[in-house]
T-cell receptor
Framework: EDKVVQSPLSLVVHEGDTVTLNCSYE??????LLWYKQEKKAPTFLFML????IEKKSGRLSSILDKKELFSILNITATQTGDSAVYLC?????????FGTGTRLTIIP | NAGVTQTPKFQVLKTGQSMTLQCAQD?????MSWYRQDPGMGLRLIHY???????DQGEVPNGYNVSRSTTEDFPLRLLSAAPSQTSVYFC????????????FGSGTRLTVV
């Protein structure tokens, strides 16, 4: 059975801090790993990772995949209150996404 | 471009009632999926479709039916609502070509009493 585990479950930091969110997975026929940000409503797409060692970057957010050790990390530098959200990791074994339970990030001003 | 549209946004049902959650996308996406999101459980796949006329079960299909008569629409039917189906439901779609980033609808919050 495909499995995605995210850690920590919850994280509270001060504005300006840097955070690292973790996602480990066990899946057959791995194709890609996706990161989403979920605020009050629907998840919004952040990154898709398919190859090991290639960092994806978008502003203060970056992510990298290690297909040998079966994990990915999402880094957020110089955090802002608008970064407060649940961050979801999902893997794509075939056509179905399998999600982790998410990391709830809270940024204190 | 509307993206993925879900209706209704909120719904309260009595146990045993049936209803249909609507999902429509205007991006000509081939793949569409329904997820439910419960506290501490993450997003779990109910049913999915890889094209018009083709559907398949996900992780938690019991109590739900789907059909895909057109590319645009993917309704989710609750046959006989139960309190265990109280949840937030998300519909998502993506193109069949290359990228795997799904676009999500804004969700339907369903309460079964």
């Amino acid at each position: 059975e495909d499995k995605v585990v995210q850690s920590p479950l919850s994280l509270v930091v001060h504005e300006g801090d840097t955070v690292t969110l973790n996602c480990s997975y066990e899946v057959t026929n791995f194709r890609s790993l996706l990161w989403y940000k979920q605020e009050k409503k629907a998840p919004t797409f952040l990154f898709m990772l398919t190859s090991s060692g290639i960092e994806k970057k978008s502003g203060r957010l970056s992510s990298i995949l290690d297909k040998k050790e079966l994990f990915s990390i999402l880094n957020i530098t110089a955090t802002q209150t608008g970064d407060s959200a649940v961050y979801l990791c999902a893997v794509v074994p075939r056509e179905k996404l399998t999600f982790g339970t998410g990391t709830r990030l809270t940024i204190i001003p | 471009n509307a993206g993925v549209t879900q209706t209704p946004k909120f719904q309260v049902l009595k146990t045993g009632q049936s209803m249909t959650l609507q999902c429509a996308q205007d991006m000509n996406h081939e793949y569409m999926s329904w997820y439910r999101q419960d506290p501490g459980m993450g997003l779990r796949l109910i049913h999915y479709s890889v094209g018009a006329g083709i559907t398949d079960q996900g992780e938690v299909p019991n109590g739900y039916n789907v059909s895909r008569s057109t590319t645009e629409d993917f309704p989710l039917r609750l046959l006989s609502a139960a309190p265990s189906q109280t949840s937030v439901y998300f519909c998502a779609s993506r193109t069949g070509q290359g990228a795997y980033g799904y676009t999500f609808g804004s969700g339907t919050r369903l309460t079964v009493v």
